[in-house]
């Protein structure tokens, strides 16, 4: 079946530094989905790309979707401790079911 | 409530026993899905119930799970003779419909303990 890897799987950064986690595929991807899941909570919807090359901005957070369809990343400038969390990507496969990636956890010293 | 709601938020069982977790999807989801989180782990389909439809068990990883959801309500899931690997947190999440676009909207989940 279809899987989705993220890289790295854990990433301590200083405050105020920046932030990338990666998503690849080895077949193309469809609709990428981020979701945050903060420390003992559920993960929660940030955003969806659809659009080869398409890039999506949220204040702090840059969302990109690979030209081939393959990769997205997602990018945190100036790191703040409450973006603390695990950060997923998923995929709607032909299956119509989201494939989540592993995650990356992300840790943020004050 | 607004959101998804799960019950119970936290199950501590005896091995071999049979447990049941409970869905409250947001009112007027049509789609559910139940996921399942182990430690420090991704996510992990399971089923999805969407309308009336037959539900795809595709991820259910054995028979000794089972789920149900009645129209498009409640849904519960029920893992019987329970194993220590069956330790986990489930998650449900509800959507407006089926398939891609739709952004899912995950409940506190049920964290799981199997001694």
């Known amino acids: 079946g279809q899987q989705v890897m993220q890289i790295p799987q854990y990433q301590h950064v200083q405050e105020g530094e920046d932030f990338t986690t990666y998503c690849n595929s080895s077949t193309t991807l469809s609709n990428i989905q981020w979701y945050k899941q903060r420390p003992g909570g559920h993960p929660v919807f940030l955003i969806q790309l659809v659009k080869s090359g398409e890039v999506k901005k949220q204040k702090r957070l840059t969302f990109q979707f690979g030209e081939a369809k393959k990769n997205s990343s997602l990018h945190i400038t100036a790191t703040q401790t409450t973006d603390v969390g695990t950060y997923f990507c998923?995929?709607?496969?032909?299956?119509?079911?989201?494939?989540f990636g592993g995650g990356t956890r992300l840790m943020v010293k004050p | 409530g607004a959101g998804v709601s799960q019950s119970p938020s936290n199950k501590v069982t005896e091995k071999g026993k049979d447990v049941e977790l409970r869905c409250d999807p947001i009112s007027g989801h049509t789609a559910l899905y139940w996921y399942r989180q182990r430690l420090g782990q991704g996510l992990e389909f399971l089923i999805y119930?969407?309308?009336?439809?037959?539900?795809?068990k595709s991820g259910l990883p054995s028979d000794r799970f089972s789920a149900e959801r009645t129209g498009e309500s409640v849904s519960t899931l029920t893992i019987q003779r329970t194993q220590q690997e069956d330790s986990a947190v489930y998650l449900c999440?509800?959507?407006?419909?089926?398939?891609?676009?739709?952004?899912?909207?995950f409940g506190d989940g049920t964290r799981l303990s199997i001694l």
């Open positions: 999440a509800s959507s407006l419909q089926r398939g891609r676009g739709q952004p899912q909207h």
């Open positions: 998923a995929d709607f496969n032909a299956g119509n079911m989201l494939t």
């Open positions: 119930f969407q309308g009336n439809s037959a539900p795809d």
